[in-house]
């Protein structure tokens, strides 16, 4: 059974870091495509960076530059380091799993970042 456990959320000030991590089980982690995705109040979940198998990265516009996608295969995890934080960054972050082959899908449970001004 596939389990996506993320953490490292929290409240900080504009201009602050922080660093979110997640842990995955269940599944052959090293070939699967991971990601991060985040959902506003009242919007939609929105991508913000995935990472490839073989490791090539892509990034939302909002968070190039300040955003950084990483992955650990030996550890089964997948973090995202986000620098410069803005008020406009607040939402709930999700991790997300892409399976290689089958093509299916997993979520985390999601991790709350606060941004105040």
């Known amino acids: 059974q596939v389990q996506l456990v993320e953490s490292g959320g929290g409240l900080v000030q504009a201009g602050e870091s922080l660093r979110l991590s997640c842990a995955a089980s269940?599944?052959?982690?090293?070939?699967?495509?991971m990601g991060w995705y985040r959902q506003a109040p009242g919007k939609e979940r929105e991508l913000v960076a995935t990472?490839?198998?073989?490791?090539?990265?892509n990034y939302a516009d909002s968070v190039k530059g300040r955003f950084t996608i990483s992955r650990d295969n030996a550890k089964n995890t997948v973090c995202l380091q986000m620098n410069s934080l803005k008020p406009e960054d607040t939402a709930v972050y999700y991790c997300?799993?892409?399976?290689?082959?089958?093509?299916?899908?997993?979520w985390g449970q999601g991790t709350q970042v606060t941004v105040s001004s």
């Open positions: 997300n799993e892409i399976q290689y082959g089958s093509g299916r899908q997993y």
């Open positions: 269940g599944s052959t982690f090293s070939l699967n495509r």
């Open positions: 990472i490839s198998g073989g490791g090539s990265k």
